[in-house]
């Protein structure tokens, strides 16, 4: 089954920029989409389609995706922003969805 | 508004049986497919099952295909996660969650409901 391989935490000081990483077999050529969940929440999608953002979400936001790696850029971090961060794809190949193994992010 | 609610979930012996529900409202719940997602105390997320819009296409997790199926009623805008020979493994949060109409992704989640496998 497809493995979507995420660090376990990144802790960035207020106002840096924080990158988390989604790493997968040729994930490149797959649509990645990220979550951000905040403790006893349920989980809210932040970035779509590699790169493309949900109405509401700030431009703080932002991903890419290439090769076997996927990043979810988070700019200006501030305390609000901590939180588990999901990437998350459609394996077509067995028609399951598969999460990322989670990344916490620490201001 | 769109809405999920999940109920059902509590206390089950292992080898128990357990039926959750997820009452949709805010959008047209026969147009969309539906997810179930679960998360284990401290765990990540984890991807259950799913069915399309009429129920007819189903799709399960290895870890729980022969003992969950998943079920739709349009006429009640509800859908259902009937769960047997529960594992303490299958222990967490059970969320359900609408899939994106043009991206498989999971845009509006419920608040999720506990399920604890224990003796």
């Known amino acids: 089954s497809y493995v979507l391989t995420q660090p376990p935490s990144v802790s960035v000081a207020p106002g840096q920029t924080a990158r988390i990483t989604c790493e997968g077999n040729n994930i490149g050529r797959k649509s990645v989409h990220w979550y951000q969940q905040k403790p006893g929440q349920a989980p809210v999608v932040i970035v779509y389609d590699d790169s493309d953002r949900p109405s509401g979400i700030p431009e703080r936001f932002s991903g890419s995706n290439s090769g076997n790696t996927a990043t979810l850029i988070i700019s200006r971090v501030d305390a609000g922003d901590e939180a588990d961060y999901y990437c998350?794809?459609?394996?077509?190949?067995?028609?399951?969805?598969?999460f990322g193994t989670g990344t916490t992010v620490t201001v | 508004e769109v809405q999920l609610v999940e109920s059902g979930g509590g206390l089950v012996q292992p080898g128990g049986s357990l039926r959750l529900s997820c009452a949709a409202s805010g959008f047209p719940f026969s147009n969309y497919w539906i997810h179930w997602v679960r998360q284990a105390p401290g765990k990540g997320l984890v991807w259950v099952s799913r069915?399309?819009?009429?129920?007819?296409?189903?799709e399960y997790a290895d870890s729980v295909k022969g003992r969950f199926t998943i079920s739709r009623d349009n006429a009640k805008n509800t859908l259902y996660l009937q769960m047997k020979s529960l594992r303490a493994e299958d222990t967490a949060v059970y969320y359900c969650a609408r899939e994106n109409a043009g991206y498989d992704f999971a845009d509006y989640w419920g608040q999720g409901t506990l399920v604890t496998v224990s003796s």
């Open positions: 069915t399309n819009n009429d129920g007819s296409t189903t």
């Open positions: 998350q794809l459609w394996d077509s190949s067995s028609d399951h969805y598969v």
